[in-house]
């Protein structure tokens, strides 16, 4: 069965994928500031764009990558490209504690500002981090399930934009409620039209940010940004569940 796998290697293949990705980088503490350093200072402070003449020799070097980041976050506050530094150094292992401490600290701190003036790329990758690093089980389940949900709806509708169908443009039904084309692994059909899983889980996650003060700015953020967008997968499932007419057989 080796030979029929998704993906060519199985498991074996994307753990070594994975490791790879996850080798240390070197020197974090030239990048990171102290521990006690003053928030409100660097909220203040605007990344200077960097030389882009200046070379590393190793790429596992942290002035490497913190030196892409002055790029990404040229112009914007210094506190978007510390935290930026902190998760890049998180998603290593084994990752820095001061860089746990400093992250954590500035959600304390900082989170309600963080979590509106930040893109989504890194309100993904800070649900990630809380994941793995959080302090609280709400945390770490809530940042999961955020960066879990906001990876799944990327990869879905990616790949329906091969339909070449707007994303805020739900399927028509109208005469296929007899068409049975099976799920994966046999599961039991959802019922577009009456189905509760969609509001199950949001409720889930909306009860682990709700519960827990520091992933609170991230969590409400994230999960108001799937209530109100029409061109995801949650936001199409309205239109089925708000148009009976939808399910009417033209052919009785």
């Not at 994303?167 to 409620?177: I, L, P």
């Not at 994966?184 to 682990?208: C, H, I, K, Q, T």
């Amino acid at each position: 069965m080796i030979d029929k796998e998704n993906y060519p290697g199985g498991f074996y293949s994307l753990m070594r994928h994975l490791e790879r990705k996850e080798v240390p980088y070197l020197g974090p503490e030239k990048v990171l500031p102290p521990a006690d350093v003053d928030l409100d200072m660097l909220a203040r402070s605007v990344v200077d764009a960097p030389d882009p003449d200046v070379r590393f020799g190793n790429a596992q070097d942290a002035r490497r990558k913190y030196h892409a980041l002055k790029q990404e976050f040229a112009g914007q506050s210094q506190l978007h490209l510390i935290h930026a530094m902190c998760i890049a150094l998180l998603r290593r292992q084994p990752a820095p504690p001061e860089a746990r401490a400093l992250f954590l600290r500035i959600w304390h701190e900082k989170g309600a500002d963080l979590a509106r003036e930040l893109p989504v790329r890194w309100l993904i990758s800070t649900a990630t981090t809380f994941a793995d690093h959080g302090e609280t089980m709400d945390q770490r389940l809530g940042g999961q399930g955020l960066y879990i949900l906001f990876d799944l709806i990327k990869l879905h509708d990616c790949e329906r934009r091969v339909s070449l169908r707007p994303n805020d443009q739900a399927f028509e039904m109208v005469g296929m409620k007899h068409l049975k084309v099976p799920l994966a692994f046999d599961m039991p059909e959802y019922s577009l039209r009456v189905g509760d899983l969609d509001r199950n889980l949001l409720a889930r996650l909306w009860r682990y940010a709700e519960d827990d003060p520091v992933l609170r700015p991230l969590g409400f953020r994230m999960l108001k940004l799937v209530m109100s967008d029409p061109r995801s997968v949650f936001g199409r499932i309205q239109h089925y569940k708000n148009r009976q007419s939808m399910w009417e057989d033209p052919d009785g």
